[in-house]
């Protein structure tokens, strides 16, 4: 069984920075590889939405909710996700979860998997 921790949400003033980070834990203590990495946000009373994404080669994609304000980076040796979001706003306020597509064993089914979500509250 694979799980993803979340780590690095807060109370933040408008303006200012926070940098989520997000593990793949293995209890097997084993993991081939993981695939596409991404981050999505869900603010109350609306749906899920993407934030980023980063292919296992490094190819970044943001989506415009807040693509100039956030760097999404991984850390393949330790299984990693970050998200570096800056110049934060009171919209940006949501619960941020971690996606990652983990392959336990090579050329087996991957796991599609979400993170437990940190919150994210800017205050104006």
């Known amino acids: 069984q694979v799980q993803l921790v979340e780590s690095g949400g807060g109370l933040v003033q408008a303006g200012g920075s926070l940098r989520l980070s997000c593990a793949a834990s293995?209890?097997?203590?084993?993991?081939?590889?993981?695939?596409?990495m991404a981050w999505y946000r869900q603010a109350p009373g609306k749906q899920r939405e993407l934030v980023a994404t980063i292919s296992s080669t490094g190819y970044t994609n943001y989506e415009d909710c807040m693509k100039g304000r956030v760097t999404i980076s991984r850390d393949n040796a330790k299984n990693s996700v970050y998200l570096q979001m800056n110049s934060l706003k009171p919209e940006d306020t949501a619960v941020y979860y971690c996606y990652q597509i983990v392959y336990r064993i090579k050329g087996s089914p991957p796991d599609f998997l979400w993170g437990q979500g940190t919150q994210v509250t800017v205050s104006s």
């Open positions: 293995a209890a097997s203590g084993v993991i081939s590889s993981i695939d596409v």
